[in-house]
């Protein structure tokens, strides 16, 4: 059992590092900082939970009869079974959602209106961004969220088992500290295959870019799958034989500022940062306009998650943070 779920994270890091138009893309947040650009949750919620209750209706029309975490696993499979259509695809040839480039913009103008754009050669498409409950994010951090929030989840899954970790009784105090305790330390591991993959062919090695926001949705998506089953609220429970959602999935409950690659910055390789320096110097003063500031003042509002704070502490006693962040936006405008 342990294993199979350990080969089944591996086949899903290597089905990822082979679907680049999914993952290895970049996104230019920068060219949507003063754009007004419509709130496409909705959308994105309807379709989401669309594909979420087909794959649940197909496991009450079967045979088996399945856990609670197996069910869970299934909807992961049936994003990692979708991998580009679900989640990138979709969203890319969807005229109801707004985005900058806007929809009839091709990707050569984008590229060319880039931060990338004096890359001599551009190996990877650029993602659009989207407002999503007003967090502006590229299309890539649906990817992300679903599929490699969804590995975090197995790792998680595979430790808990591991160490017999069960739920605690939530009307007990004791016990829900001392369960969130080893749930962080057990969220910390899944975290570092993030880290990992980001420093590797999933971010720096093939962009030269270290994404932190890519890290913040894959720890949103682990959230997501782990609230399917556990918490004080799950998701999922079986009523007269059936498995059923007892609400719908609401990214509101997800998105915040630090999927927005202007405000949670990414750091980038020495060759890369060479290339784009210049483009990200013309965004200095752009930070000053009002728009820019007041979305900035509304994202200080949300509280930095679990993730960002355990990352700053392990890239700072790792002794990385400060020797990168020199390539970094930043740094750029002081």
Request: aromatic residues 14%; contains cysteine; glycine residues 4%.
């Amino acid at each position: 059992m342990y294993l199979n779920i350990t080969k089944f994270i591996f086949l899903i890091l290597l089905l990822i590092s082979t679907s680049y138009p999914s993952f290895a893309l970049e996104t230019d947040n920068f060219l949507a900082l003063t754009e007004d650009i419509a709130d496409s949750v909705d959308i994105l919620n309807q379709h989401y939970n669309q594909v979420i209750q087909r794959r649940i209706d197909r496991i009450n029309n079967g045979r088996f009869n399945k856990t609670c975490h197996n069910v869970a696993t299934q909807i992961g499979k049936e994003f990692i079974r979708g991998i580009e259509k679900e989640t990138q695809t979709w969203v890319m040839e969807n005229e109801d959602i707004d985005r900058i480039p806007r929809y009839n913009v091709s990707k050569y103008s984008y590229w060319k209106d880039s931060i990338y754009s004096r890359s001599i050669v551009h190996l990877v498409a650029i993602a659009p961004t989207l407002n999503v409950n007003g967090i502006h994010m590229g299309t890539d951090k649906l990817s992300h969220f679903f599929i490699l929030g969804f590995s975090y989840y197995l790792k998680y899954l595979l430790d808990t088992k591991n160490q017999g970790l069960e739920e605690p009784d939530y009307n007990n105090s004791q016990s829900v500290a001392e369960f969130n305790s080893e749930k962080k330390r057990l969220f910390t591991r899944a975290i570092k295959i993030g880290m990992s993959t980001e420093k590797g062919i999933l971010g720096k090695l093939p962009t030269g870019v270290y994404s932190f926001g890519d890290l913040e949705a894959n720890f949103q998506g682990l959230t997501f799958y782990y609230s399917l089953c556990d918490g004080p609220k799950p998701y999922l429970k079986v009523v007269d034989g059936n498995w059923v959602m007892t609400r719908p999935l609401d990214l509101r409950e997800y998105v915040n500022p630090y999927l927005d690659e202007t405000y949670n910055h990414s750091v980038y390789t020495p060759w890369r940062w060479w290339t784009i320096k210049a483009n990200l110097s013309e965004y200095c003063e752009t930070m000053e306009d009002p728009k820019v500031v007041e979305r900035f003042e509304r994202y200080k509002k949300y509280a930095p998650s679990f993730s960002v704070l355990r990352l700053r502490e392990l890239l700072t006693r790792a002794n990385t943070l400060n020797l990168t962040s020199i390539y970094s936006f930043q740094n750029l405008c002081d």
